[in-house]
């Protein structure tokens, strides 16, 4: 049974460019959720998604950054026109039920995107 | 939803037992206490999580006493692959999104 899987491990991108981030969940988890992480600063909640449905997305900025979790298909976090501010660690959590009591979430290796 | 504070830093010599503790005073009748691990590029991994009193994995400890405004995370005899970052959380069970903080950065020495 495969772990949460994200790719690319490592994108670099121009000023102006997209970044399209993929993450696909634990099989049989539905739950999926996406954190940013900065150099020597803890995760920050970006937003939460079912399949075909976004439930929370408080952490999201309000431009530019967009969530997508099909019926089929990973899911996807984007990016449009990238500035250096976005580089970071972006990791992406899935868990089989929302997070209650002996429901943990697994975590994916992250991808790491720089701005140049 | 209950801020936590715990060390930015410990360090610690390998065959140790390590003691982290975490406070969160504002904590609420349906939060619980988790605990995550995230070593150097890669995502974070649970650790332990518990109500009250003491619950004990194969990993760790967690010892919260009776008026659950702070709790301790124990790793027994801790060896250099300990070496991470130890994340304290409290987590409503009525949510479905993780607040971290900054976490304890534990450095084992040999």
């Known amino acids: 049974n495969a772990g949460v899987m994200q790719n690319p491990r490592h994108l670099v991108r121009r000023r102006g460019q997209e970044a399209r981030l993929r993450c696909s969940p634990m099989?049989?988890?539905?739950?999926v959720y996406w954190y940013r992480q900065l150099p020597e600063e803890g995760l920050k909640f970006m937003v939460y998604l079912q399949k075909e449905n976004i439930i929370d997305e408080s952490g999201m900025p309000k431009e530019r950054f967009s969530a997508e979790f099909p019926k089929e298909g990973p899911s996807i976090l984007r990016i449009q026109q990238v500035v250096r501010g976005d580089s970071a660690a972006y990791f992406c959590?899935?868990?089989?039920?929302?997070?209650?009591?002996?429901?943990?979430?697994?975590f994916g290796q992250g991808t790491r995107l720089t701005v140049v | 939803l209950a801020k936590t504070t715990q060390p930015i830093s410990m360090d610690s010599y390998e065959g140790q037992e390590v003691n982290i503790t975490c406070s969160h005073n504002n904590i609420a009748t349906n939060d619980y206490i988790t605990w995550y691990q995230q070593f150097p590029s890669q995502g974070p991994r649970f650790i332990i999580q518990?109500?009250?009193t003491k619950v004990t994995n194969e990993v760790a400890s967690l010892f919260i006493p009776a008026d659950r405004k702070s709790s301790t995370l124990s790793l027994p005899r801790v060896s250099l692959s300990d070496t991470a970052v130890y994340y304290c959380?409290?987590?409503?069970?009525?949510?479905?999104?993780?607040?971290f903080g900054t976490g304890t950065r534990l450095q084992v020495f040999p």
């Open positions: 518990g109500y009250k």
């Open positions: 959590a899935s868990s089989r039920l929302a997070q209650q009591m002996n429901t943990e979430a697994f």
């Open positions: 959380l409290v987590v409503p069970d009525n949510t479905d999104k993780l607040i």
């Open positions: 099989k049989g988890h539905s739950h």
